[in-house]
Nanobody, 127 residues
Framework: QVQLVESGGGLVQAGGSLRLSCAAS????????MGWFRQAPGKEREFVAA????????YYADSVKGRFTISRDNAKNTVYLQMNSLKSEDTAVYYC????????????????????WGQGTQVTVSS
């Protein structure tokens, strides 16, 4: 069982930056691939970024590539999402998710792949 708690959301002007954190409970954090998703009002939850167990491999949605960076610190059981050059269309509730064990990289973009989810943190970008 893993519990995930996101933090770092807030209100920021367009062009600004935020860093989201997701703290995980448990002793086996390094055996989980981690992902960030977001959901805007009236829209489906969508993939933002994912990172492998060791952090060597990262994956991004085209809409955030070059602006967002996912990273992890396995010693702190934490995954981060650095968001730069924010746009109004980035406004959403951001969720982190954990996938235990083996996976195919292509599957990390799907919500059904993940075993655990956080409660979400609101990011609002004003234009």
């Amino acid at each position: 069982q893993v519990q995930l708690v996101e933090s770092g959301g807030g209100l920021v002007q367009a062009g600004g930056s935020l860093r989201l954190s997701c703290a995980a409970s448990g002793r086996t954090f390094s055996s989980y691939a981690m992902g960030w998703f977001r959901q805007a009002p009236g829209k489906e939850r969508e993939f933002v970024a994912a990172i492998s167990w060791t952090g060597v491999s990262t994956y991004y949605a085209d809409s955030v590539k070059g602006r967002f960076t996912i990273s992890r610190d396995n010693a702190k059981n934490t995954v981060y999402l650095q968001m730069n050059s924010l746009k109004s269309e980035d406004t959403a509730v951001y969720y982190c998710a954990a996938k235990h064990g083996t996976y195919r990289a292509n599957d990390l973009v799907h919500t059904r792949t993940y075993d655990y989810w956080g409660q979400g943190t609101q990011v609002t970008v004003s234009s």
